[in-house]
């Protein structure tokens, strides 16, 4: 190969980093602006009568209260239910069963939950809790979707918690005459707890971000009280956005802005709570 | 000599002499009812992800069926228009899914070229660092919530294209095809990542020592040997891309239409299904039915290509 | 006076042959050492004695192992309690992610012991018997990992004699420590012998010698030579155990 040859070969490869340097570049060129519109159009909005208004037909009065407290009733309800049932399904294939085609059924089954579009998970709520269960349009037929939806991600992210607490601690304890159920309530689980919350609570903050499943389910577009029970009809953060950004006047886009920014304050806290929680308690055995 | 030692060498010398089975090292087994009860409350939490995945299919056939009697699967499947909320009532899934593949499709042509440079861009060329600050970036890229694109998409992208081609309409299906395209965006990196870093430096070192450019590497070793794994974050991409709802919902408007021009408006089934959910609908109408044959067919159509996915990684699973 | 007895013990890990007609007895209040190159079965053996082989899939067991005179094999043995009779020590010093004070006490409350004060007694009564409690009588609450490795094996050794066990089984307990902590394990398992019945899985011939009163040395799953450790060390009977003895293999 001649000298020339190898300058040519040369400059493309420096050509094509930066062409991948600018295709990585992109993605992250797009997160700024979208940042930067949304704090631009929105962050004028935010006061404290946002918070405590309900929504409105006047954009300076409407405001996230419903929706606000709607999202935290569905996270204060769908995280126990998740946690029970993730978390038992996850101990269930991990330390309760041998390797079989039943444990690979579940397995691969729920791989394939996994890939299944929201938006189902809200059509199987609408017949199922709405309809069959005769919940209504409340909360807790919201709950029970969402719990449904966010089921998988525990799962998996749990049984990879509970697959890194090593053996040698559960041989400690089985020495000591703990039986299996002691061995996995007080040194299984609590070893794996802080990577277990951590898969929940990310989990969660996909949970609050859905607007679509709930949509299917009933939630309502225009909510003026907090409800009171998990009965009781309920409109969430991404429902509320959607609704201001669907409308034409401008000003509803502007408070739409300024409800995403409470809808990403809120996910960003409960990431920075995932990551202190993985940090705090990294692995020390 | 402590009190603990001096109980337990008094046990065992009595324990010597009277071979009572209670006292002794060895003692009787009790029914073990706790293991039995911890194990069936587990089983019982496994199966809710059996009986989701019956249900959702049960729930789908149910209604799909009934549907299936007011609507022949003929007309269903070759009709082109799709208009059931008003007269004449047409029930051409084809309107609709054309809405849907075609957003696919362009989502796919930003998010796969991207995605798969940024992929070897954060394998082949950054170092630890560069990765250590762009891979939690596209992480939150990737946890930004639908709606939140969709607002995006519709505020600032459609404006943005419609300086550009001023006689676009305010919804149509380019703006909604790019943004949903960012939005895979990460998987694709990311999943494709895992696969080109999961392949040996040693296959990568062969080709350097023989003077090979990165690349060169790039191209002829790394990407071939991670094929599979990055045709599989393509494939779940895709699927991903169907399936999404919001930004669709808000940015490419309710006009179900059997097009594949991306300047105008369209309808996908994701969108279908919240227009629907939206209005005051009547349970057990023809409208609700919709709800559940479209909610089918999205349902099939993302479940076969996940399938594919699936089958593709175990096709051409590397062996190094 | 024997307190176990091997009777034809065969062991397989599915297909293989692990561990070939063990037979022998082991005394009460005495230090057994079981010494062969790795591999050989030791582990295996031990692991057999309270039973934490059933952990393992695929393991099958012949034979009978009497402990007390009541064969641990048989079918409605309550192996939570024969584990508690029985104490293990590992190789690894593996504490529970927890205060040292749970880590001792760990035992006793899986066994229904609630009471503080009873607790109190018996975490101090362990710590003391395993020589411990004057270095952590003070920081009881902080974590087990801020112990130094021979802190956290001694503090492994104390779990295990807090549920009472009236055997104890130790699997190379210090081979994972600095000559220094393995001193002072050894004069601890010294002063154990007076109490407790001891055996010990070790890879160190000097140590087996130093400590033990048995030594019983496995080659490829059998027992070659079990005999009190002064005949095992100067005047072996079979050949293999000269050569092993003498560090000609292993």
């Known amino acids: 190969m001649g000298q020339g040859n190898w300058r040519i070969r040369k400059i493309t490869d420096r050509f094509a980093k930066i062409a991948f340097l600018c295709a990585t570049l992109f993605g992250i060129a797009f997160l700024g602006v979208l940042l930067y519109r949304i704090v631009a159009d929105g962050a004028g909005w935010l006061n404290w009568d946002f918070f405590t208004n309900f929504s409105s037909r006047f954009p300076a009065k409407a405001g996230v209260a419903a929706a606000l407290v709607g999202s935290i009733w569905i996270v204060l309800l769908t995280g126990p239910i998740a946690f029970f049932l993730g978390v038992g399904t996850a101990l269930y294939l991990e330390e309760y069963t041998k390797k079989s085609w039943f444990t690979r059924l579940i397995q691969v089954n729920i791989h394939n939950l996994a890939g299944v579009p929201s938006i189902v998970y809200g059509i199987l709520g609408l017949a199922v809790f709405v309809q069959g269960l005769m919940l209504g349009q409340a909360v807790l037929a919201g709950v029970f979707t969402m719990s449904l939806l966010v089921l998988p991600i525990i799962v998996v992210s749990s049984q990879e918690a509970i697959r890194s607490v090593p053996q040698h601690m559960r041989n400690a304890s089985y020495a000591l005459g703990a039986s299996k159920w002691q061995t996995i309530s007080r040194v299984v689980i609590p070893t794996a707890l802080p990577n277990i919350l951590t898969g929940v609570i990310l989990a969660l903050s996909r949970a609050i971000g859905e607007t679509a499943p709930l949509v299917v389910v009933g939630a309502l577009t225009f909510v003026a009280f907090v409800p009171a029970s998990p009965m009781d009809p309920f409109t969430v953060l991404p429902i509320q956005i959607f609704n201001w950004t669907s409308r034409p006047q401008d000003d509803f886009r502007a408070i739409a802005a300024a409800g995403i920014i409470v809808l990403l304050v809120v996910l960003l806290t409960m990431n920075l709570l995932a990551v202190y929680l993985r940090n705090k308690y990294q692995k020390r055995y | 000599m402590n009190e603990a030692v001096l109980k337990n060498a008094r046990n065992r010398s009595t324990q010597n002499q009277s071979q009572k089975k209670t006292s002794g090292i060895v003692q009787k087994k009790r029914m073990n009812r706790e293991d039995f009860v911890v194990k069936s409350i587990l089983f019982l939490c496994a199966m809710v992800s059996i009986l989701t995945t019956i249900g959702i299919v049960a729930v789908l056939l149910v209604e799909t069926l009934s549907f299936f009697k007011d609507v022949s699967l003929l007309a269903f499947l070759t009709d082109t228009k799709w208009t059931p909320l008003f007269k004449p009532e047409h029930f051409g899934i084809l309107a609709l899914l054309s809405g849907s593949v075609l957003i696919t499709l362009g989502a796919s042509l930003v998010a796969l070229p991207l995605g798969l440079m940024t992929a070897i861009y954060l394998s082949e060329y950054a170092d630890d660092r560069v990765r250590r600050v762009i891979k939690p970036i596209l992480e939150v890229l990737a946890g930004i919530p639908t709606i939140v694109y969709g607002y995006f998409a519709l505020t600032f992208v459609t404006p943005l294209l419609r300086v550009i081609s001023p006689d676009m309409g305010v919804f149509n299906a380019l703006s909604a095809s790019i943004v949903v395209g960012i939005m895979i965006l990460p998987m694709v990196a990311s999943l494709s990542e895992d696969a080109m870093v999961s392949v040996p430096k040693s296959l990568r070192n062969g080709a350097y020592s023989l003077g090979a450019t990165r690349l060169e590497v790039a191209r002829k070793v790394v990407v071939p040997a991670a094929f599979s794994g990055i045709i599989s974050s393509f494939v779940l991409a895709i699927s991903r891309a169907i399936g999404e709802t919001m930004i669709v919902t808000i940015a490419a408007g309710a006009t179900p239409k059997l097009t594949l021009n991306p300047l105008e408006s369209v309808q996908t089934m994701t969108a279908y299904i919240v227009q629907v959910s939206l209005g005051d609908i009547q349970h057990g109408s023809i409208e609700y039915k919709t709800i559940f044959a479209v909610g089918m067919t999205l349902f099939i159509l993302t479940f076969l290509i996940n399938l594919i996915a699936q089958w593709l990684k175990r096709r051409f699973k590397e062996e190094y | ?250």
């Open chain 3, 1 to 250: 006076m024997s307190i176990i007895q091997m009777k034809n013990v065969d062991l397989y890990y599915d297909k293989h042959h692990a561990l070939k007609n063990i037979t022998g007895e082991i005394n009460e209040r005495s230090i057994t050492a079981l010494i062969g190159p790795s591999g050989c079965g030791k582990s295996t053996f031990l692991r057999t004695l309270n039973r934490m082989n059933d952990m393992i899939q695929g393991v099958h067991i012949e034979g009978e192992i009497l402990v007390a005179e009541q064969n641990i094999y048989h079918a409605d043995v309550n192996v939570e309690n024969l584990r508690k009779n029985i104490g293990m020590v590992f190789q690894q010093p593996n504490p529970f992610p927890k205060s040292i004070y749970d880590n001792v006490a760990f035992g006793r409350r899986i066994h229904g012991m609630r009471d503080r004060k009873e607790l109190d007694e018996v975490v101090e009564q362990s710590l003391k018997a395993a020589a411990l409690w004057e270095e952590v009588k003070d920081i009881l609450k902080k974590p087990a990992y801020g112990l130094s490795g021979g802190q956290q094996q001694r503090l492994c050794i104390a779990r295990a004699l807090a549920v009472n066990p009236q055997i104890l089984l130790m699997d190379e307990p210090t081979s994972a420590l600095d000559p220094i902590s393995t001193a002072k394990i050894e004069e601890l398992i010294g002063e154990l012998r007076k109490q407790y019945t001891i055996v010990i899985v070790t890879h160190n011939m000097q140590q087996a010698a130093r400590i033990s009163d048995d030594t019983a040395f496995f080659l490829q799953g059998e027992i070659i030579e079990f005999d009190t450790t002064e005949k095992i060390f100067h005047t072996p009977s079979d050949q293999r155990t000269e050569d092993y003895i003498a560090g000609r293999f292993g």
